[in-house]
């Protein structure tokens, strides 16, 4: 089954609206009954300057952008070639721009879209402070079989202070663009949606990603801006402000990391969220929570690397550090969220993870993911809240031994406050006292304690999603071999994965989809399950190294037919391609 | 002590650990230890309700060495740790000891925005004006022209860090100094410092009698500042950028501001209610 899809562009620069254009027409699409992604690509300024708002509708969930776009429509063309990359136009795709700017430029038209014209200009002069972006709204819905209806309801609702005459003016432009439309080429129209078919949310990556941790538990979040994580931090302000819950704005990274350290050792679960630079200054102080077992979650939202690469761009490319960054042996948790859904349910995962290990948890999310809104599925309900073990009471006649050797290898914590169960947290190694030792019998008990808090943890079927394409509806998922092939990837390249492989089931083909969840510790066996009858793998993912194949290669057993399709960002994979592999290595295999 | 009648009488050892300190005999450290036990007994805190957080250096192991909760950091992030200790939970009384390397080097930009901040925190600095656990290496405080150090044989040529007057000017809002030769007069400031609403910067001048001897010289050259405290931080400033860095055993500055508690919107949220902001 292929996706029922529309996809388009609405570019322009500096003032223009095109990121306000996207936001209207999503929230158009979310009235309309539809499922919806929309990402946003922009220029270095810091204010105005060229911007992109890149949409995908359909009729069903989606959780990846398509191969081209079947629409760009330019209010402008400045600047407009800084995008081409990033949005690719075939023979099929049709260019709608404004004569009043001239024609397009030629690096938009290597894929020979067609071209036509849309005066929105002039079709606004006409209509009292009519504006061309809503022009070109209008002739957006007109073309892609979005009812105006949906539209009015968006426009009174984000007009509604500026009054009626404002609302009419949009309108008024909104209207004129969709009967200009008539006029224009078609493209991939979207059937109506009579009733949704079920609760749907619009939500960033970003803003799931904080509603997960407090979801998960969490009261203090530590916080210093860094794009593209800033979002996180500040949807938490406020939210965590509404549930008890403070975030306070740290001088530095070195800062937010130690304060959570600080709130966390004072009982209270706390998360910071940052990027690849400010990860890179947070890693001393995760040994340091490694070392004294802090719980803590540090969001990772990715972007192109290294030092300050491309700071708005997406990339999978901190999957290293993340996992070997600590020195010294420092056995820690990596999770890997992989859509805009999954951002809630695995940082909410990691506070638990987190809390239930004292262990210090890294989820990599990215650019693409955490700045994208979708319309999405409402996610379901999860029952993971962080519970820390902690000891409640002082026994008689014993001392408290903070670092207790205990078989799970998690020690019951005191929390500051309790009678008799004082003690000194560590970084330095210690004995089960916590008391500072350089005895080498005491670092190996400590070394073999920590390791097992997180070697032994049952993480439960959590540690990847498995889903199996081609088989029939009584197949059981990871017992037919499924012709032997599988896709390998984690992250945002989940996404294109697994329209590739809709894509190669609709075509009769079969495969198996692993998406890795639980970067660190990796998870042999349950690998080796899910490879059961898998000769041949394709591992997908956005980092220049292939970093998360190497690490694939370090520690699991992977078909001899495995090839690694790895691509720096900032462009992010199509299905198309991820399919073309796949069946290039069905083909030599044949 | 009838106002303290309900209050359980403690005394400095209840706040000491039986752990052996690793100080050289003769350190500063050792004094400034038993004035903070001193300190804790008059104020008659619970064990339980302190907690004392440090960095890395040799006075940075005092927590160790107490009896209430401590935090042993890494090089430098003492201050953001109590800092997130104390925002979680201000029910705790917060000390944050160290050094002049790990609070005015390393630390130096945590020492500037925890003045700003004014958590209500006090902060005990030993400053011997040397990098003693790393074997005697020049520090932020340390004068220009010393050539103790391999690491820098011809002294650094730089001018000293001046801690009270940086933490003065970055808002810092109790300022003193201390000499380790007093034990007494340094307990009675630090019951002040921490009855002190906000970020409370007790300096000690604390000697190394192993890298820097010729401190042990200091007990003679201390005298007891002149002047009362002022909550004028223009005055108080003037004072501390004309003295010579030997006038101890008074607070020098106690400024009003009130300390830092984040803002909240006083509502009963729930987390249901979040989640239906995105639900369409």
């Known amino acids: ?590 | 002590m009838e106002s303290c009648a309900q209050k359980k009488a403690y005394k400095a050892k209840d706040y000491k650990s039986d752990l052996k300190p690793i100080w050289c005999p003769g350190c500063g450290d050792y004094t400034v230890l038993n004035s903070i036990t001193r300190a804790l007994a008059e104020l008659a805190l619970p064990p339980e309700e302190v907690a004392v957080v440090s960095g890395i250096g040799c006075s940075s192991r005092i927590p160790a060495y107490t009896s209430v909760y401590g935090f042993h950091g890494v090089h430098g992030r003492a201050l953001p740790v109590a800092t997130g200790l104390k925002l979680a939970r201000p029910d705790l009384t917060v000390l944050v000891t160290g050094g002049d390397g790990d609070g005015f080097s390393i630390g130096g930009n945590h020492f500037l925005h925890a003045c700003r901040r004014n958590v209500d925190l006090t902060y005990i600095v030993m400053d011997n004006q040397v990098y003693g656990m790393t074997k005697g290496q020049a520090s932020p405080t340390t004068s220009p022209d010393w050539e103790g150090s391999k690491l820098t044989p011809e002294g650094t040529g730089i001018n000293p860090f001046q801690p009270l007057v940086v933490g003065l000017a970055s808002g810092a809002n109790f300022i003193a100094r201390v000499s380790a030769s007093d034990p007494i007069n340094m307990a009675q400031i630090i019951v002040e410092a921490i009855r002190h609403p906000g970020f409370s910067l007790v300096q000690v001048l604390s000697p190394c009698v192993t890298f820097r001897p010729e401190q042990a010289e200091w007990r003679d050259i201390v005298r007891t500042a002149v002047v009362d405290y002022t909550d004028d931080a223009a005055r108080a400033a003037r004072r501390l950028m004309t003295d010579d860095g030997f006038n101890v055993g008074k607070v020098l500055f106690k400024g009003s501001r009130p300390p830092f508690r984040p803002e909240f919107e006083h509502t009963d949220g729930s987390v249901a209610e979040l989640e239906a902001r995105f639900a369409l």
């Open chain 1, 1 to 590: 089954m292929t996706v029922n899809s529309v996809s388009l562009v609405i570019a322009g620069s500096g003032g223009a609206g095109v990121v306000t254009a996207g936001s209207l027409l999503l929230d158009a699409a979310a009235k309309a009954g539809w499922y919806a992604l929309m990402s946003r690509s922009s220029g270095p300024q810091i204010r105005g300057g060229e911007a992109a708002a890149m949409l995908r509708f359909a009729t069903e969930p989606i959780m990846s952008h398509d191969d081209s776009f079947h629409l760009l429509m330019a209010i402008d063309w400045d600047n407009i070639t800084r995008f081409s990359a990033e949005i690719p136009l075939t023979a099929d795709s049709l260019i709608v721009g404004d004569p009043v700017h001239g024609d397009a430029p030629a690096g938009l038209l290597a894929g020979r879209p067609r071209q036509a014209a849309l005066p929105m200009t002039d079709i606004a002069a006409k209509i009292e402070n009519g504006r061309p972006n809503m022009v070109a709204l209008g002739a957006i819905a007109a073309m892609i079989g979005l009812p105006p209806e949906a539209m009015q309801a968006v426009v009174e609702k984000a007009l509604k202070k500026k009054g009626a005459a404002a609302i009419d003016a949009s309108m008024s432009a909104f209207h004129a663009g969709f009967a200009a439309a008539a006029d224009l080429p078609a493209i991939p129209k979207l059937p109506a949606v009579s009733a949704a078919s079920g609760p749907r949310w619009s939500i960033t990556g970003n803003e799931a990603t904080g509603l997960g941790v407090i979801r998960g538990g969490v009261r203090f979040v530590a916080a210093y801006p860094i794009t593209p994580a800033t979002e996180v931090l500040e949807w938490l302000a406020p939210s965590l402000a509404k549930v008890g819950g403070m975030l306070v704005q740290a001088e530095d990274e070195l800062a937010s990391i130690n304060q959570i350290i600080g709130a966390s050792y004072g009982g209270v679960p706390a998360m910071t969220a940052t990027s690849g630079p400010g990860l890179s200054l947070m890693i001393e102080s995760l040994g340091l929570a490694v070392a004294a077992e802090v719980p803590l979650v540090v969001v990772d939202v990715m972007r192109v690397g290294p030092s300050t690469g491309i700071a708005t761009k997406s990339e999978q490319s901190d999957l290293n550090i993340a996992v070997y960054g600590l020195h010294g042996d420092a056995p820690h948790v990596v999770v890997a969220a992989n859509s805009v859904s999954d951002c809630l349910f695995t940082t909410q995962w990691a506070v638990h993870l987190a809390e239930a290990m004292q262990v210090p948890t890294i989820v990599l999310t990215d650019q693409a993911m955490g700045q994208a809104r979708a319309i999405l599925p409402r996610p379901a309900e999860l029952a993971f809240i962080g519970q820390r073990e902690v000891a409640k009471a002082a026994v008689e006649g014993e001392r408290y031994k903070r670092y207790a050797m205990t078989g799970s290898g998690v020690s019951p914590m005191a929390i500051p406050g309790t009678p008799g169960l004082t003690h000194t947290a560590d970084g330095l190694e210690h004995n089960e006292f916590g008391t500072p030792s350089s005895q080498a019998s005491d670092h190996q008990a400590q070394m073999d304690k920590r390791n097992r808090k997180i070697s032994q943890y049952n993480y439960g079927d959590h540690w990847a999603d498995i889903e199996d394409f081609g088989g029939g509806p009584g197949d059981a998922p990871k017992e037919a071999p499924l012709g032997g092939t599988a896709i390998i990837t984690w992250g945002s390249s989940t996404g294109p994965a697994r329209e590739a492989l809709q894509r190669l089931s609709a075509a009769g083909g079969k495969a198996r989809l692993i998406s890795v969840r639980l970067i660190a510790p990796v998870q042999p066996e349950k690998m080796a399950e899910a490879l059961r009858g898998i000769k041949r793998a394709v591992v997908v993912e956005q980092s220049h190294s292939g970093q998360f194949y190497r690490m694939l290669r370090a520690f699991y057993e992977l078909p001899a037919q495995t090839v690694s399709l790895h691509q720096g960002g900032p462009l992010s994979f199509g299905p198309q391609q991820i399919l073309d592999q796949l069946n290039q290595l069905n083909a030599g295999s044949a």
